[in-house]
């Protein structure tokens, strides 16, 4: 309710750094109803989820723009919703595969857990480096 | 071009982070689904960010328009690979406006003409063509900026408005003009009857004058004249409101009179008495008009506490016998002492009072009410004095047309004239 609220606000505001706040709000409910239910069972819906945070992430941010004085030609805003489309299909299949790859039977196990956190920290290194990339 | 990351760079990229640490932690992989999307939208965002080569090229339509005028910023866009979004601002001065910005797509290798339109609100001299080009890549990770020099010069002149009549000046020059002269000599309108002296052409013997008095007499007419006008523009200081204020009103009057007295066949020319002086000698024909209204154009308010009096003025800037018109506000002390120095020395002077009251309403105390009509009062003192000494002064305010004070002063004039008689 509070990251609904927050973006909300970041809305009606134009307030673009308000957007991110809102979303992690919002995951960390959702992972506060993951942790309360049953924790043997994966939650099927968590590529929805997914893909519906990230069109909602868009669309903000799309509305965030529009919030100015500018106009976009017609072509621009067919050519953005399509991809945007395009976008979501990509993150509810991913998502997907994600959570398949999740549900491999691998054990578990202090060795599994490492490669997890070198693999999640690689990643997170990976795009500091490209985000540190001169253009 | 500079990179610049979208707010999505670092949203996404805490979006990620937090999902993976708190999959982790609390070991819930259906986190890493969730952010999993983001950190494939902003690692292909990252990969494929490269700022784009584009090339830029524009100019105004045209250098001249007047104000009201629309035109357009003609852009010429050329560029090698793709670009999803690029945004166009062109920033404008105040005294122009735009649409804001534009959102445009070009394929790989295309070029394009674009026209932003630009709408001229207020007369002056500009400079437009500051254009902020953004480009934004196909995910929306990375914008790349780049601010392109397109500036040309813009010319926007004031309005003119059409006046029926102008003010008759008391004495005329040497030249042919349009004015009726108060001499006698060649002309179309009858003055006087004079006895016919050997000399004197045959066809300007009045037959009927002679036949009554039994001798020659001939027609005595005026010759039409031209005549020396200066427009006196007081450019110290003007009382303003956000959107027009004494000096747009009185350079739009100054173009519009120079204009009328320059179709006229008159020679016209211009002092700007303010912080900084300028003048443009008197001289007739449609390129003085040009000259008047480009130097009008850059009539501005310079604060300067500096005293000034007309001696700073070259003698050729006032020539004798011309008629003196004064657009002020009479707000500043140096210009009105001027006035009445001018008035002292003999010039045929004539003030438009551009009134500054409707930009200077009174506040909401009493106190500041009471003020304000003291303000009145000694504006109506100085009134007083000017036609004391013999000048005829008319307020004009914004909204009333420049006909209405023209002919008020006529009018004063008319009557003064039949006073001295």
């Given at each position: ?135 | ?233 007081d450019?110290f200081s ?36 303010g ?53 002020t506000p009479l707000l500043d002390e140096r210009s009105t002492r ?84």
């Amino acid at each position: 309710m509070a990251g609904a609220a927050l973006l909300a606000m970041a809305l009606v505001l134009a307030r673009a750094g308000l957007v991110a706040p809102s979303l992690v709000l919002v995951a960390a409910g959702y992972a506060g109803t993951l942790v309360a239910r049953d924790a043997d069972v994966l939650d099927a819906a968590a590529p929805l989820v997914g893909c519906a945070l990230l069109l909602v992430a868009e669309l903000s941010y799309w509305s965030v723009e529009l919030a100015g004085t500018g106009r976009e030609e017609r072509p621009v805003l067919l050519r953005r919703l399509t991809a945007m489309l395009a976008l979501a299909g990509a993150a509810l299949v991913l998502g997907a595969a994600v959570l398949a790859a999740t549900a491999l039977p691998l054990g578990g196990g202090l060795a599994w857990n490492l490669v997890g956190v070198a693999a999640a920290a690689a990643a997170l290194a990976l795009i500091a480096r490209l985000a540190a990339r001169p253009s | 071009m500079t990179r610049r990351g979208s707010p999505r760079l670092g949203a996404y990229a805490g979006l990620s982070a937090f999902g993976l640490v708190a999959a982790l932690t609390l070991g819930l992989p259906e986190l890493v689904a969730v952010v999993a999307p983001f950190a494939l939208v902003l690692a292909v965002g990252l990969a494929i960010g490269r700022a784009p080569r584009l090339h830029v090229e524009g100019a105004p339509e045209r250098e001249r328009a007047l104000e009201g005028d629309e035109l357009a910023f003609r852009i010429y866009l050329d560029t090698r690979g793709a670009i999803e979004r690029l945004e166009l601002h062109l920033a404008l001065p105040d005294g122009l406006e735009g649409d804001g910005p534009l959102t445009v797509r070009l394929a790989a290798d295309e070029d394009r003409d674009l026209d932003l339109p630009v709408r001229c609100v207020r007369w002056g001299a500009y400079s437009p063509g500051e254009l902020h080009v953004r480009a934004v890549d196909r995910l929306g990770v990375f914008a790349f900026e780049r601010v392109v020099d397109l500036r040309a010069p813009l010319k926007v002149y004031p309005l003119p408005e059409h006046l029926l009549g102008l003010l008759k000046p008391l004495e005329t020059q040497v030249f042919t003009g349009n004015q009726v002269a108060r001499a006698k000599g060649d002309g179309i309108e009858f003055s006087d009857i004079r006895p016919f002296v050997p000399g004197d052409r045959v066809r300007r013997i009045n037959w009927r004058a002679s036949a009554r008095r039994g001798e020659l007499v001939v027609n005595e007419l005026h010759p039409e004249r031209n005549t020396d006008v200066i427009l006196f523009l007081d450019s110290f200081s003007e009382a303003r409101t956000p959107e027009r204020g004494t000096l747009d009103l009185t350079v739009r009057a100054a173009a519009a009179l120079a204009a009328e007295y320059l179709a006229r066949k008159d020679r016209v020319g211009v002092v700007g008495f303010g912080g900084i002086l300028n003048w443009l000698l008197p001289a007739t024909g449609l390129v003085q008009l040009y000259r008047i209204v480009d130097a009008l154009l850059d009539t501005e308010i310079v604060l300067n506490y500096a005293w000034k009096d007309v001696d700073l003025l070259p003698r050729r800037t006032l020539p004798p016998k011309a008629l003196v018109v004064a657009l002020t506000p009479l707000l500043d002390e140096r210009s009105t002492r001027a006035l009445l120095d001018l008035r002292a020395r003999g010039f045929d002077l004539a003030i438009v009072e551009v009134s500054p009251v409707p930009f200077a309403p009174p506040g909401p105390d009493p106190s500041d009410e009471l003020a304000h009509r003291l303000w009145l009062h000694g504006r109506a003192a100085l009134r007083w004095q000017y036609e004391s000494a013999g000048v005829p002064v008319v307020e004009w305010r914004d909204g009333v047309p420049l006909a209405a004070p023209l002919e008020e002063v006529a009018a004063y004039r008319r009557h003064a004239r039949v006073s001295r008689a």
